[in-house]
């Protein structure tokens, strides 16, 4: 058989295996949370887990189970206890538990008479509206749903832990460029997910605590609530938590409180918004550099595909795209050297 028939053979198969992977994509859509979810926590409990058993020589499996268990109850448990609790207080506020129609009256007359936006309040309302529901579809969604993607994700972790050194060879065997720029991307993916998942989860914890006990000083109804709300929309870096700081600040103004508004509104903007610069500095240093435009792009992409995931998966998956750009690029630098000295003495 000649180099031309199994070139010819080796395309074939090639095209084979592209139309059979992208089914298998399209089949796999739907716990793509599951994958992603995965080796997210994979990538964050790794040297966790390459101590305990390379280190103290515990059972692999037993290891496994336990970062399983631990990241159930400090991750999973926590977000969809917070996620359920907000959804709830969303739909249980009424007219009767606050004072809606009063708010509304007075922060109409102040929009309307400052900003001549008379329907000012009843617009947002329709306007956060919506955006909750974008937000938060994933956990609105059946319970079923929700158990069968953890159920995936938890498979694949433990089955990536126990037979992790197989597993990362079979990445090294399998990755697309040399081994030298697998293992640098193996290390930029994991800073990347360090600094979107850990280093963004601080900021959005602080944010949250720090609008919570503003509100709490300034007499805005659930504090707690609020600095929930806050923590959430803290993944949003052109919105924030301290753009809540703004209507709260309406309000206080409509009630006649004009100091209470202002102090409020400058520590929202000011102090608020400067610990979350400082915090992404000290992170950003420590771990790696997530530029902003990245997150605000990268949540963007996340939200229709994840909802309310999608604010964590959208600007990591944004970040493991840039970053295989920048080793194709690399490889593709180093194989123009190569081809140029081995050209050379004919040139």
């Not at 994840?306 to 690399?330: A, N």
Request: glycine letters at 8%.
């Amino acid at each position: 058989m000649s180099i031309f028939d199994y070139k010819q053979r080796n395309n074939i198969i090639l095209v084979s295996i592209i139309v059979l992977g992208c089914f298998l994509l399209y089949a796999l859509s739907g716990l793509f949370s599951s994958i992603l979810g995965a080796i997210i926590l994979y990538t964050i409990f790794r040297p966790f887990y390459i101590y305990l058993v390379d280190k103290k020589n515990w059972n692999r499996s037993a290891v496994a189970l336990m970062i399983i268990f631990l990241s159930l109850i400090v991750i999973i448990l926590p977000f969809l206890t917070l996620s359920f609790m907000v959804i709830g207080k969303i739909s249980g506020i009424n007219r009767d538990s606050l004072p809606i129609d009063a708010w509304q009256n007075k922060i109409d007359a102040f929009a309307g008479a400052s900003f001549n936006q008379p329907h000012f309040f009843e617009n947002t309302l329709q306007k956060l509206g919506a955006y909750a529901t974008d937000l938060f579809p994933s956990i609105l969604g059946s319970a079923a749903n929700i158990i069968l993607t953890l159920l995936v994700l938890y498979f694949l972790l433990y089955f990536m832990f126990v037979q992790m050194r197989e597993f990362e060879a079979g990445l090294l065997r399998y990755a697309p460029f040399r081994e030298q720029y697998a293992l640098k991307f193996a290390i930029a993916l994991r800073n990347c997910t360090y600094s979107n998942v850990l280093g963004q989860g601080i900021i959005a914890l602080t944010q949250g605590a720090l609008l919570a006990n503003g509100f709490w000083v300034f007499g805005i109804p659930d504090p707690v609530f609020w600095g929930i709300i806050g923590a959430f929309i803290s993944f949003l870096p052109v919105v924030g938590a301290p753009t809540l700081c703004i209507p709260a600040s309406i309000i206080l103004f409509a009630d006649g409180h004009t100091v209470k508004g202002i102090l409020l509104l400058a520590y929202g903007l000011l102090f608020i918004g400067n610990i979350d610069n400082v915090l992404r500095m000290i992170i950003n240093k420590r771990i790696a550099n997530t530029h902003p435009i990245i997150s605000v792009v990268g949540v963007f992409v996340g939200l229709p595909l994840f909802g309310i995931l999608g604010l964590v998966f959208g600007p990591l998956l944004l970040s493991y795209f840039l970053l295989l750009i920048e080793i194709y690029e690399t490889n593709r630098l180093a194989a123009d050297r190569l081809e140029r000295i081995r050209s050379g003495p004919d040139n």
